[in-house]
């Protein structure tokens, strides 16, 4: 089954954009672009030869609001891999966040620098843990549909996966926007 594509760009977007950038403070990444939500498909040019993949992706369902996508990143380059930013049509804001603090008080926040993957190694993305944040889901996330991302690079390459959806319970980490 393939989830059908959004279509509508609106405004509110731009404002959770910008409440989402207030929030966190300086960082570099906004990598959630109208563009982006309009063609999932189009990202030919730059994939011939992706240093990176994705093992076992998989995103949490949701109606709306807040949702976030896990995998396995697995650099098979020899030189380290830097993600800086994420985009899926189904959520025209996304961050890549970390988890911080211990067991009982815990805040998930942008992960400053992105997501680096060592050379010929990988990087975990899981409930818990650092994660593809979806900021503002406005299309349903149901289960077993299957959600097309794109991963921005450092060196500006892309690297383009479908997730699959499942519910998940746990780790319903609360996000704290003024800490
Ligand atoms: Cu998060």
């Not at 403070?25 to 992706?50: D, E, F, L, N, Y």
């Not at 098979?76 to 988890?99: D, Y």
């Not at 190694?121 to 650092?130: A, E, K, Q, T």
Request: charged share 15%.
């Amino acid at each position: 089954m393939t989830s059908t594509t959004v279509h509508r760009v609106l405004p509110a977007a731009l404002a959770a954009l910008l409440a989402a950038a207030a929030c966190a403070g300086p960082a570099g990444t906004t990598a959630a672009s109208p563009a982006a939500a309009q063609a999932p498909a189009s990202v030919s040019a730059t994939t011939a030869a992706a240093p990176l993949s994705i093992a076992d992706p998989w995103v949490k369902t949701a109606r709306s609001g807040m949702s976030a996508a896990f995998g396995t990143l697995v650099n098979t380059s020899r030189e380290a891999v830097t993600v800086v930013g994420a985009s899926t049509p189904v959520s025209p804001s996304v961050e890549l966040h970390e988890v911080a603090g211990d067991a009982g008080a815990t805040t998930m926040r942008r992960k400053q620098g992105g997501f680096v993957i060592p050379a010929g190694g990988r990087h975990v993305l899981r409930p818990g843990g650092d994660h593809i944040m979806l900021m503002d889901v406005r299309t349903a996330v149901e289960p077993g549909a299957e959600v097309p991302f794109t991963l921005t690079l450092k060196d500006g390459r892309t690297v383009s996966f479908t997730a699959v959806a499942k519910d998940f319970a746990g780790a319903n980490e609360s996000y704290a926007p003024h800490e």
